[in-house]
């Protein structure tokens, strides 16, 4: 986790230095800079990661639901197109609203979080050691490494993020280009805190329960193949009922707020890529569709753990994706920054 956020303030940042330098994101310099059928294969691999990013959040919100109000994963699956008419219904009063749903649904994530780490009470020398001594040890834990790189570090988050500060207004000169480009290091290191605080918590929430010492031996068992729906039975009989349903809380609005950027970035992939502009509401239903299928099928063969299994897997999808977003990226940001330093002189 703390590498991976490292990872992620660099590479975000350049993102971000790329649309403020250049006034393009990072799709729309593909489509100019590419001939038509690497542009062509650059779309596909970013769609798939757009849908590899919402198959997560469409489980994680059935589970959610199935925490909260015992809905079965298969019918919670089937719901979470309902966020989509949430979506819409926001994205009417622009960026700056939807801006504002994720800061709040983010608060809601940390402070849920942060209760459970207080009443769970992990070793704080432990935690610490976790960060900076990173082991793989146990079964598949390789496999949430990598997967763990994925989720933080999202591909088509680098379209998204080099295309949000197109929509500020951003003075055109090198004094003003530079001052934005210093903002939105500060805005994204203090953005990927907050999700890095929010993920230390939830590793070490479920570790601090699973370490207990008067856990069952039906719970010591869950603990050996550890997923979303299990942590929440486990703190439920651990911490108490009530620490169950904080934990749903958070996972809803951690499944809400992925819709949004999910959403948001599969459009302006469309519209960079391809210079195709679909309504939102087709947009965000193709999108939902696709990832609603394959978590539907899971959930209905393999249950609520097949579907986790599903999280790990698409989330290890995304990792390997990344190097077909960083590279582009790491190549425009060099020709770019090369070019602007040259006008200068």
Known sequence: ILVASCAALVIQSLAANLGVVTGKH??????AEYSKVPNFLLWVVAEIAVIACDIPE?????FALNMLFHIPVWIGVLLTGLSTLMLLAIQQYGVRKLESLIAFLVFTIAICLFVELHYSK???KEVLHGLFVPQLKGNGATGLAISLLGAMVMPHNLFLHSALVLSR?????ATGIKEACGFYLIESGLALTVAFLINVSVISVSGAVCNAS???PEDRAKC??????????????VVGKWSSKLFAIALLASGQSSTITGTYAGQYVMQGF???RLEPWLRNFLTRCLAIIPSLIVALIGGSAGAGKLIIIASMILSFELPFALVPLLK???????????ANS
């Open 26 to 31: 990072l799709a729309e310099h593909c489509r």
């Open 58 to 62: 469409v489980i994680g919100t059935a």
């Open 122 to 124: 992990p070793d704080p």
């Open 169 to 173: 207004k951003i003075p055109r000169s």
């Open 214 to 216: 008067d856990l069952s």
């Open 224 to 237: 050996e193949d550890l997923d979303l729906n299990k942590t929440s039975f486990l703190l439920r009989n």
């Open 274 to 276: 391809l210079d195709l």
């Open 332 to 342: 425009f940001t060099s020709c770019k920054m090369k070019m602007g330093s040259h």
